[in-house]
């Protein structure tokens, strides 16, 4: 599938296409919509740069939300650590 983003809409961003497509798959990342290895393609860019990428934008590279710090609670609980 192609997509089609006319000259007329990157220049009222301001952007080139390839700072669109990076804009792009980092919200794409940011979602939780595709993970780092196909966001990184879709920004042409390998791996590592697109992780300096996110870690300019201050874009965690892993989600960590209160159901993972409560499971992590309760295991350090159960083996006796907490």
Do not use: W
Not at 16 to 36: D, M, R, W
Not at 50 to 71: A, H, T
């Amino acid at each position: 599938m192609s997509v089609i983003i006319s000259d007329e809409t990157l220049n009222a961003c301001g952007m080139t296409a390839t700072e669109f497509k990076q804009e792009i798959a980092l919200l794409l990342f940011q979602s939780g919509k595709l993970p780092v290895g196909h966001a990184s393609k879709l920004a042409q860019m390998d791996k590592v740069r697109f992780r300096q990428l996110l870690k300019e934008r201050q874009i965690p590279l892993y989600s960590y939300d209160i159901e993972d710090f409560e499971l992590d609670l309760k295991n350090l609980r159960e083996l006796g650590r907490l």
